[in-house]
Nanobody
């Protein structure tokens, strides 16, 4: 099956930027909607952003609107999360996930495949 591998996490100062990548290996995820989720210390996992297979629809959590951008390059089997104006409260483990549907969803239970997670730490 398709495996998802996140990269691009790390430590950044408040106000800085990071770009996370989620690459599929083994097979393509043609026809899959993709989502990003995060889990901060002491909190449950939460939806961050999602994008449909065609890139025609995207969604963002209110906490990241205007700061984060989700995009995908289907030819490269890669999904990106561009994170700008990072805040300490963005600190979390970020997971990419794939859903066997062309329609993006906000619920973790709707996703079939998950990456290993990438740590993002924002200092102030």
């Amino acid at each position: 099956q398709v495996q998802l591998v996140e990269s691009g996490g790390g430590l950044v100062q408040a106000g800085g930027s990071l770009r996370l990548s989620c690459a599929a290996s083994g097979r393509t995820f043609s026809g899959y909607a993709m989502g990003w989720f995060r889990q901060a210390p002491g909190k449950e996992h939460e939806f961050v952003a999602g994008i449909s297979w065609s890139s025609g629809s995207s969604y963002f959590a209110d906490s990241v609107k205007g700061r984060f951008t989700i995009s995908r390059d289907n030819a490269k089997n890669t999904v990106y999360l561009q994170m700008n104006s990072l805040k300490p409260e963005d600190t979390a483990v970020y997971y990419c996930a794939a859903r066997r549907s062309v329609i993006v969803g906000r619920n973790p239970a709707a996703y079939d495949l998950w990456g290993q997670g990438a740590q993002v730490t924002v200092s102030s």
